[in-house]
């Protein structure tokens, strides 16, 4: 087993195209990193480039203390698991999961036990015989996935391997590839623009855009402390509710369109970088977890109008909208394509029993403790902390 480790790496193509910028990134010993970001952010060339199926305009790439910048794909001793399961139909389980290994002649008992391990850990052991055309979605999955574990290599590379599956397989597909991955204890880069399997697998994740690097963190980090609009924007099913905000003097009040919102003293601790804001724009962000129903409307509460409910059992979201200006967050998309800000829209988790009806004002309080600012110009988080020169 092996770190990886992508020292100030670019890709450049031949059309001045500048797909990767100067990515500084390190996968750990055993660790699941997975790569994220939005259609073109650069996380398949990245993934091309640590399996050297694409060449690297400038930097280094380590594995362990080794540079394999100029190392051929096979002799990375990386395996790779695709989007396409890619299996021979004529061949039964077995044979497609021992594939490579015949091709390296391999004794037939070595190649049978590795086969027979492989098939043991993901479930298989009962399908050795059957054909491509015999299994469901996941289980061709799994025997691509098998013919990576047959391999025993450093590392694995999985550019997408779920998008295939329905989304009830594709929930449980999850955990197997996680399981199976904490099982080898291999290092592993994985491939999705959906932040939700991002979010449920990276021991940490790495979110993309344009190419650069936004932040590297575990997922819970990415959640509370987004350093930037971008990744508090992109990170968080429903979406962070952000909106275009003028501070009062002193930062002692929020302005959200025609309502005045009174912030804590408490929030001013926590946030000192906020008193030079006060008297200007900001960004402020609230998750929808992080908003109440309250019962009477006073300085620490705005209003809303109830526009659509979304009854998902345990919950419902209740979309609202408010005279407030949403922020928006250039290329943070849904699955869909969707953009995630817009107009002045927001979302609020509540329970399934509490009386809402489309038409209806309420009265929302935020939990002030977790309240996101951000500068309005560049995007990036008003951090927390004390205040610096």
Known sequence: MASIVLENVTKTYSNDYCAVKDLNLAVNDGEFMVLVGPSGCGKTTVLRMVAG??????????????????????????????????????MTVAENIGFALRMKKLPKQQVRKRVEDAAEILGLTGLLDAKPK????????????????????????????????????RVKMRAEVKRIQAQLGVSTIYVTHDQMEAMTMGDRVAVLRDGLLQQCD??????????SQFVAAFIGSPAMNLYEANLLEGARAL?????????????RISHPSLVRYGGGRITVGIRPNDL???????????TAEVVLLEALGAEILVHFTLDATAAKVEGAVEDDGEILIGGGEG???VEPDLPVHVGERLVLSPDFERLHFFDPTTGLAVGKGPLTP
Request: no cysteine; hydrophobic share 40%.
């Open 347 to 349: 979302v609020v988790r």
């Open 53 to 90: 199926l694409e060449d690297i305009s400038s930097g280094s790439l380590l594995m362990g203390d080794r540079l394999v910048n100029d190392l051929e794909p096979k002799d990375r001793d990386m395996a790779m698991v695709f989007q396409s399961y890619a299996l021979y139909p004529h």
């Open 255 to 267: 302005r959200l369109g025609s309502q005045v919102l009174e912030l804590p003293e408490s929030v």
């Open 292 to 302: 109440r129903v309250a019962t009477q409307n006073d300085g620490f509460t705005f």
């Open 218 to 227: 575990t997922p819970q980090n990415l959640y509370d402390n987004p350093v």
């Open 134 to 169: 015999q299994l469901s979605g996941g289980q061709r999955q799994r025997v691509a996935m098998g013919r990576a574990i047959v391999r025993e290599p450093s590392a694995f590379l999985m550019d997408e391997p779920l998008s295939n599956l329905d989304a009830k397989l």
